[in-house]
């Protein structure tokens, strides 16, 4: 018979096993170091987002299913999201995250950055699973160590996930979208471009170096301008918005660094754009823009909130979409042909810094006046367009100029230089004259492009525009509205101008 105390000696030693061995067996198993998983708690819940599970699964799937955003055509690397409460930013989130509904990753690598800590490189949180009010989100330790290995400033900084709400908010999304994945939590506490290179490429050779099929997501968290009045903030927000669909984070860098537009998150996206480059991705596209002044009303301070995605995609659909939009105007193949070679000369002869010639056309079309743009895209991404609107000389001349304009004096980016040559392909777009409308019911997609005045402020978009972001006819009216730096319901109001015009593009 075993006496009292010796039974004592041996439950104690029970407890001691279960409370201190198990837990390190079971870490063992998940490829963790031997040490008793620590899990972070919800910072934010009640607050930023409801804290009752019922009621936070049920404000996301409301807030997706009232995003009108389709599906990309291709592989998502990446996305990019907003991480205000989720009354204020929630409804433009959903666009990025309805993208990757049906997708099977197994394992989100979100960056945010840090708003109450600065230090040095970035942070992982390594301690343990995530928790918010739908579950606990488990670590992926194995990509975190990669990670951590490739990158020296890369290591857990606790004051920087302590009380950090950019990187929880993106959870519950993944959640409800996603169901099971593991988590790699990335907090940014320096977000200058060398850092920004330096961990998106830690983070991309992981990713590839990263044994089994794995399908890995990255998120980057940022909101954009802060506390300017709703006009303001627009301008601001269209300069991020315009580097984002030009998949171009270095312009990105420039314009932040510049003061042209701000992001919290600035690091975060030029991270993830980076990393999402090396992983195959080779298109970006912002699904949707909004301000904390659409929902209030109160637009005498904003924030300004973005949804986009990054994917591969060549783009091979689209460009026969483009090929059907405008107006035929009459132009014959030679017309066309003239018009590029005038266009690519300047071009050239500019970026050599050698004399342009005086060019001389017999084509009748040529010599008309006309409005006209060029556009120029580099690897498929926008790189210039400018043009000019209306009809003061003949069009070879327009184009010519335009040319120039797109190459050399678009603001949005550098001038174009003499190495980036082989990689331009030229757009122009014809212009057929300006008309006033009172009924927005006349506005046909696919035919006619959109110019919206009020107040001294103007917005232009070329036809082709609305066909390639399948927009439908609100979608063009409000973009066209944000272009001019309005309200993106101007377009309703009685003393604002809209007109349609039309183009021959080619």
Known sequence: MIKPDKIEKL??????????????????KEGKTMRAEKVRHSVIAGSWYPGNPATLRGEIKKYLAEAKSPKVKGRI???????????????????????VI???????????PSHRAYFKGASIYNQGSYETPLGLVPLDYKLIESIMKLDPDVRYVPEAHAQEHSLEIQLPFLQVTLGDFKLVPVVMGDQSWENCVKLAKAVATAVQSAPGPKKILLVASTDLSHFHDYSTAVKLDSVVVDAVNAFDPEDLYTALKSGRCEACGGGPMM????????LGATKAKVLKYANSGDVTGDRGSVVGYMAAVLYDNPGKGEKKNREKVGVDLGLTDKDKKVLHHIARTVIEKACRREKIPEFEVDSTKLKEPRGAFVTLHKNGQLRGCIGQVRAIQPLYKTVAEMAYA???EDP???????????????????LTPFKKISDVKEIEIGKHGLMIRKNGYSGLLLPQVPVEWKWDLQEFLEHTCLKAGLPKDAW??????????????F
């Open 11 to 28: 439950v104690f030693v029970i407890l001691i096993f279960a409370l201190l061995i198990i837990p390190r067996l079971g870490n063992a």
């Open 412 to 430: 949005r980016f550098p001038p174009l230089r003499a190495d980036e040559l082989p990689f331009i392909d030229i757009e122009i777009s014809v």
């Open 406 to 408: 797109a190459a050399f």
């Open 492 to 505: 309703k109001d009685k003393d604002t101008e809209i007109y349609v015009f039309s183009a021959e593009v």
């Open 271 to 278: 991270t993830v754009m980076l990393a999402s480059k090396a």
């Open 102 to 112: 049906g997708e099977n990753f197994s394992t989100v690598v979100i960056v945010a």
């Open 77 to 99: 690397v990446g996305i990019i999201s907003p991480h205000a409460g989720y009354m204020y930013s929630g409804p433009v989130a959903a666009y990025s995250y309805k993208q």
